[in-house]
C-alpha cells in the first residue's frame, strides 16, 4: 500500500498533464486557423492596376512567385497535419500516459515546424524585396503601385509565423509530459 502523500502526489501529477495536454490541443486548433488563414490570405491575394490598357495588363498575383506558392503549400501541409493531429491530441487528454504516440508526435511536430519554418521565410524574404527593392540586383520596390496585394502578402505571414512560434511552444510541452511520464509509476 502506498503512503497517503504519493496518492496525493500522483493525482497532482496527473492533473497537471492533463491541464498542459488541453493547452497542447488548444494551441493545436489556434495553430490551425493561422495556417490556414494564412493560406488562404496569400492565395486569394491578386491585384490589377486602374491604368492597365487592352493590351497590357498590369496584375500582380500571389502564383507569380514560385516562393509564394511555396508558402500556401507549406501552409496547406502543415494545417493538414494539424487537423490529422488533434484526434491524438484529444486522446492525449483522455489518456495522459500515452508515451509512444506523445513521442510521435514531437517528430512530427520538429518537421512540421522545419517545413512550416522554411516556408515563410522564404516568402519574408520576398516580401521584404516588394517592400524595398534591392537597388544593386537592380530589383525595384513594386509595393508603392501595389500596396493592397503588399498589405495581404505581409498580414499572411503573421499567421504562419504565429503557428511557427505555437510548434516552438508544443514541443517542448509534449517533452515536458513525456518526461514526467517516466518520472511517475507505471500505473497511468
Same mark, same amino acid.
Given at each position: 500500500? $502506498?503512503?497517503? #502523500? &504519493?496518492?496525493?502526489?500522483?493525482? $497532482?501529477?496527473?492533473? =497537471?498533464?492533463? /491541464?498542459?495536454?488541453? =493547452?497542447? *490541443?488548444? !494551441?493545436?486548433?489556434?495553430?490551425?486557423?493561422?495556417?490556414?488563414?494564412?493560406?488562404?490570405?496569400?492565395g486569394t491575394t491578386d491585384q490589377t492596376l486602374p491604368f492597365s490598357t487592352q493590351t497590357v495588363l498590369f496584375q500582380a498575383q500571389y502564383d507569380d512567385i514560385p &516562393?509564394?506558392r511555396f508558402f500556401v503549400i507549406t501552409n496547406a501541409v502543415v494545417c493538414g497535419y494539424l487537423a490529422i493531429s488533434l484526434p491524438m491530441a484529444v486522446y492525449h487528454? +483522455?489518456?495522459? #500516459?500515452?508515451?509512444?504516440?506523445?513521442?510521435? %508526435? +514531437?517528430? *512530427?511536430?520538429?518537421?512540421?515546424?522545419?517545413?512550416?519554418?522554411?516556408?515563410?521565410?522564404?516568402?519574408?524574404?520576398?516580401?521584404?524585396?516588394?517592400?524595398? /527593392?534591392?537597388?544593386?540586383?537592380?530589383?525595384?520596390? +513594386?509595393?508603392?503601385?501595389?500596396?493592397?496585394?503588399?498589405?495581404?502578402?505581409? #498580414?499572411? %505571414?503573421?499567421?504562419?509565423?504565429?503557428?511557427? =512560434?505555437?510548434?516552438? !511552444? %508544443?514541443?517542448? !510541452?509534449? #517533452?515536458?509530459? !513525456?518526461?514526467?511520464?517516466?518520472? =511517475?509509476?507505471?500505473? +497511468?
Open positions: 500500500m $502506498k503512503p497517503e #502523500g &504519493t496518492v496525493d502526489q500522483e493525482s $497532482k501529477e496527473l492533473e =497537471l498533464m492533463r /491541464g498542459v495536454s488541453i =493547452l497542447e *490541443l488548444v !494551441l493545436r486548433v489556434v495553430a490551425i486557423l493561422g495556417t490556414l488563414a494564412s493560406a488562404v490570405a496569400m &516562393t509564394f487528454v +483522455i489518456r495522459t #500516459g500515452a508515451a509512444k504516440s506523445r513521442a510521435l %508526435l +514531437i517528430f *512530427l511536430d520538429a518537421t512540421m515546424l522545419s517545413v512550416l519554418t522554411a516556408g515563410a521565410s522564404a516568402a519574408a524574404a520576398i516580401v521584404y524585396l516588394a517592400h524595398k /527593392g534591392n537597388a544593386s540586383a537592380n530589383w525595384l520596390a +513594386i509595393c508603392q503601385q501595389y500596396e493592397k496585394f503588399c498589405e495581404r502578402i505581409t #498580414g499572411s %505571414l503573421i499567421g504562419s509565423f504565429g503557428s511557427v =512560434l505555437i510548434f516552438v !511552444l %508544443l514541443i517542448p !510541452l509534449s #517533452g515536458l509530459i !513525456l518526461t514526467r511520464q517516466q518520472l =511517475l509509476p507505471r500505473v +497511468i
